[in-house]
C-alpha cells in the first residue's frame, strides 16, 4: 500500500468519466474529495486484479495496516470525511469475493455483492457531499447498487474474459463461461437467454436508481443535482444496452458526448419537478452488513 498515490480529479477524469462527467456541478472541495474517493477505490481495485494472482493477503493485509496506523493516506482520508472505516473494510471484503467467487448464485448473492463493492461507495460519498441525516443510507446504497448492476450489464463479456459470471446463475441456468468469453458461439436460444437476463438487470437497476432518487431530499442542495445527473448519465447506458434489441452485445457500450449533454440537460428540467415527482422509497432488498452503523 506504500505505492497509493491519491490523484484526485486526475484518475476520475480518466477512468471515471460518467461521474467525472457530473462533477463539473460539484462545488470546489466536494469534487476534490470525491475525486480522492475515486482515486482510492480505483487503486485497490486495481490491485486486486493485478496479475490474475489471488490478492487476498494483500487486502486482508490492508485493512490491518489502516486500522493500526493513523498515519496511513486511507485512515487519514476516512476520518477527515467522518466516514465509518467499517463502511471501507467492507468494499475491500468485496474485493476479496472477487479473489475466489467467479459465478452469482442468485438474485439476493448478486445485491450484497453488489452492496460490498459499490453500495458501500455510495455512503462513502454521500458523506463527501455533505450528508448528515442517517435516513439517507439506505437510498445511497441503493444508488451504489443500480451504478453496479448497470455496470455488471455492460461489461458481461469482459467479466467473462476474466472468468467471472455476475449475472445470477438462476438468469442463465444453460450459459456456461465459455459462451460469455467468447470461446463458443451462443445458439439463438442461448443468445436470447443472455439478453434477456442483461435486460432484466438492467429493469430492476431502475428499480434501485428511484430508491436512490427518493434520498435526494437529504442532500444539500449545492451537491444534489450532480449526483442526479451522474445517476441519470449511468443509467443512460443501460438505456442504450436495451437499445440495441435482443442479443448478446459484447462490445462495451459508452455514452458519447451528445448523449451525454442531452442527458445533463434533461436532468437539469427534471430535477426542478423532484419535489413533484416525490420518489418513494420501496423495500426491495434485505438488510445490508453495516447499513445501520
Same mark, same amino acid.
Given at each position: 500500500?506504500?505505492?497509493?498515490?491519491?490523484?484526485?480529479?486526475?484518475?476520475?477524469?480518466?477512468?471515471?468519466?460518467?461521474?467525472?462527467?457530473?462533477?463539473?456541478?460539484?462545488?470546489?472541495?466536494?469534487?476534490?474529495?470525491?475525486?480522492?474517493?475515486?482515486?482510492?477505490?480505483?487503486?485497490?481495485?486495481?490491485? *486486486?486484479?493485478?496479475?490474475?494472482?489471488?490478492?487476498?493477503?494483500?487486502?486482508?493485509?490492508?485493512?490491518?495496516?489502516?486500522?493500526?496506523?493513523?498515519?496511513?493516506?486511507?485512515?487519514?482520508?476516512?476520518?477527515?470525511?467522518?466516514?465509518?472505516?467499517? &463502511?471501507?473494510?467492507?468494499? &475491500?471484503?468485496?474485493?476479496?469475493?472477487?479473489?475466489? +467467487?467467479?459465478?452469482?448464485?442468485?438474485?439476493?448473492?448478486? &445485491?450484497?455483492?453488489?452492496?460490498?463493492? *459499490?453500495?458501500?461507495?455510495?455512503?462513502?460519498?454521500?458523506?463527501?457531499?455533505?450528508?448528515?441525516?442517517?435516513?439517507?443510507?439506505?437510498?445511497?446504497?441503493?444508488?451504489?447498487?443500480?451504478? +453496479?448492476?448497470?455496470?455488471?450489464?455492460?461489461?458481461?463479456?469482459?467479466? *467473462?474474459?476474466?472468468?467471472?459470471?455476475?449475472?445470477?446463475?438462476?438468469? &442463465?441456468?444453460?450459459?456456461?463461461?465459455?459462451?460469455?468469453?467468447?470461446?463458443?458461439?451462443?445458439?439463438?436460444? +442461448?443468445?436470447?437467454? !443472455?439478453?434477456?437476463?442483461?435486460?432484466?438487470?438492467?429493469?430492476? *437497476?431502475?428499480?434501485?436508481? !428511484?430508491?436512490?432518487?427518493?434520498?435526494?431530499?437529504?442532500?444539500?442542495?449545492?451537491?444534489?443535482?450532480?449526483?442526479?445527473?451522474?445517476?441519470?448519465?449511468?443509467?443512460?447506458?443501460?438505456?442504450? !444496452?436495451?437499445?440495441?434489441?435482443?442479443?448478446?452485445?459484447?462490445?462495451?457500450?459508452?455514452?458519447?458526448?451528445?448523449?451525454?449533454?442531452?442527458?445533463?440537460?434533461?436532468?437539469? $428540467?427534471?430535477?426542478?419537478?423532484?419535489? $413533484?415527482?416525490?420518489?418513494?422509497?420501496?423495500?426491495?432488498?434485505?438488510?445490508?452488513?453495516?447499513?445501520?452503523?
Amino acid at each position: 500500500m506504500e505505492d497509493l498515490k491519491i490523484n484526485s480529479t486526475k484518475d476520475l477524469k480518466k477512468e471515471g468519466k460518467s461521474f467525472f462527467w457530473a462533477s463539473f456541478f460539484l462545488p470546489k472541495n466536494s469534487k476534490i474529495e470525491a475525486g480522492n474517493l475515486y482515486s482510492i477505490c480505483r487503486y485497490f481495485d486495481n490491485k *486486486a486484479d493485478e496479475d490474475k494472482k489471488d490478492k487476498t493477503e494483500f487486502l486482508l493485509d490492508s485493512i490491518k495496516k489502516i486500522k493500526e496506523n493513523k498515519n496511513n493516506h486511507v485512515y487519514i482520508f476516512l476520518s477527515k470525511n467522518e466516514i465509518n472505516h467499517e &463502511i471501507f473494510f467492507d468494499l &475491500i471484503t468485496g474485493l476479496i469475493k472477487d479473489q475466489n +467467487q467467479t459465478k452469482i448464485k442468485d438474485l439476493d448473492e448478486l &445485491i450484497q455483492y453488489s452492496y460490498y463493492v *459499490a453500495g458501500t461507495v455510495g455512503i462513502m460519498m454521500s458523506k463527501i457531499i455533505g450528508v448528515k441525516k442517517k435516513e439517507a443510507i439506505p437510498s445511497a446504497i441503493d444508488l451504489g447498487i443500480a451504478m +453496479q448492476m448497470t455496470n455488471i450489464a455492460r461489461d458481461v463479456y469482459e467479466d *467473462a474474459q476474466m472468468h467471472r459470471i455476475y449475472l445470477p446463475s438462476s438468469w &442463465i441456468s444453460n450459459i456456461d463461461l465459455d459462451i460469455l468469453s467468447g470461446k463458443k458461439k451462443p445458439n439463438l436460444e +442461448q443468445n436470447e437467454c !443472455i439478453s434477456k437476463a442483461t435486460h432484466k438487470l438492467i429493469d430492476l *437497476a431502475d428499480k434501485f436508481y !428511484i430508491n436512490g432518487f427518493s434520498g435526494l431530499k437529504y442532500i444539500p442542495f449545492k451537491t444534489r443535482l450532480a449526483i442526479f445527473i451522474a445517476a441519470n448519465v449511468y443509467r443512460g447506458i443501460g438505456i442504450k !444496452i436495451k437499445s440495441k434489441g435482443n442479443y448478446y452485445v459484447k462490445e462495451r457500450v459508452h455514452l458519447n458526448t451528445f448523449e451525454k449533454i442531452l442527458i445533463t440537460i434533461k436532468s437539469i $428540467i427534471f430535477f426542478f419537478f423532484i419535489p $413533484i415527482l416525490n420518489y418513494k422509497y420501496l423495500k426491495i432488498r434485505k438488510t445490508l452488513p453495516n447499513e445501520d452503523i
